[in-house]
């Protein structure tokens, strides 16, 4: 036959083909494949870092604070305290979307072996008072810094509520009272002052100035026109409800009255309205009836109060907040003494 004929040419190719074929389904039994690369976890950014850390830190509190008030000896006051941690951690760590599951534990066999086991919570009320200053400190820190608005909105109203529980939690039990954040409102800059540099407040303050107080960057004047009468109003109804009453009811008021009043002052300040046609301030207000008790009152202030300061955070530039959180945990704490009902976020209406 002639090599050169057409037909011959074809079979060859045919044959050639086979014979690939037929090599690739030997190799394929005998095991030789190509290899994907193996599954691998995402990269998280800043903010899922910051969340999955205040959820590690929430998950941690509710799990010492069961084991704690199931613990011998603990009881009374002390047991039911704990157990209401325990609920509002762990609804904050669900509100805060609960621990990252990749799914990758299923097709990556050895990662629980290779993993070190968790440590059994120590369990005494110690360790839950311990670990709440922990949290809330932490979680406070990442409310001044998180990004968006709306994660630092719930970050801030969760380490407040894990200060009051802390504070609550330490005059139980008589331990350690946590260091409460500073609540002075820094004065604005003067505008005629020479400038020493080109950062604004929120870059200072990451870059290393953090102590130095910083005036929140961000809101606008109807935001700290709102905060003005707010506090203003609230030192107001205090002065009316202190003057109708005695003893340390009286006192307590007063120095209230005092504290909101001067707030008001600051706040005016930053906005730069003090002493302007724009001040939003008024020479009295509406202050509810005797119907009302002045515990009732100053509970209810104090509540309002901490819905101004969770919106101005959520709505502050990052790195310029601390102040705002601070306050919303004074006036959380304020409430606190004053009889208010714990809850898990405090200053989130939507959340009741």
Do not use: K
């Amino acid at each position: 036959m002639n090599p050169n004929d057409p037909r011959s040419r074809t079979r060859r190719r045919s044959g050639l083909t086979a014979l690939v074929l037929t090599c690739a389904i030997i190799l394929s039994g005998c095991g030789v494949r190509l290899e994907t690369p193996p599954p691998t976890e995402p990269v998280p950014d800043a903010a899922e870092v910051v969340r999955r850390t205040a959820v590690a830190d929430a998950l941690l509190v509710a799990e010492t604070a069961e084991a704690a008030a199931g613990a011998e000896g603990v009881g009374g006051d002390v047991a039911d305290a704990l157990g209401r941690v325990a609920a509002a951690t762990t609804a904050q760590a669900e509100q805060l979307g609960g621990e990252y599951d990749s799914g990758l534990d299923d097709i990556v066999a050895d990662r629980s072996a290779s993993s070190p086991s968790a440590t059994a919570p120590e369990r005494t009320p110690a360790a839950v008072l311990t670990s709440l200053v922990d949290a809330a400190t932490r979680t406070r820190a990442a409310a001044n810094q998180a990004q968006p608005g709306p994660l630092a909105r719930l970050l801030a109203s969760i380490s407040a509520a894990q200060t009051r529980d802390a504070w609550t939690l330490a005059r139980l039990t008589r331990g350690e009272a946590p260091e409460l954040p500073p609540t002075q409102i820094p004065e604005p800059a003067d505008p005629d002052a020479e400038q020493t540099g080109d950062e604004s407040p929120a870059t200072a303050s990451a870059s290393g100035a953090q102590d130095a107080p910083v005036v929140p960057g961000g809101l606008s004047a109807e935001d700290l026109s709102a905060v003005v009468v707010a506090e203003d109003s609230a030192g107001y109804a205090l002065e009316v409800r202190a003057a109708q009453a005695s003893g340390d009811l009286r006192s307590r008021a007063q120095d209230r009255a005092r504290l909101h009043r001067a707030r008001a002052q600051a706040w005016a300040l930053v906005a730069g309205v003090d002493g302007t046609d724009q001040d939003p301030r008024q020479v009295a207000y509406a202050v509810p009836g005797t119907e009302t008790s002045t515990q009732d009152l100053a509970r209810d202030l104090e509540a309002g109060l901490a819905q101004n300061y969770a919106s101005l955070t959520g709505r502050a530039e990052p790195g310029t907040r601390a102040v705002l959180v601070a306050l919303l945990t004074d006036v959380t704490i304020a409430g606190a003494g004053w009889g208010a009902e714990a809850v898990p976020f405090p200053g989130l209406p939507e959340q009741a």
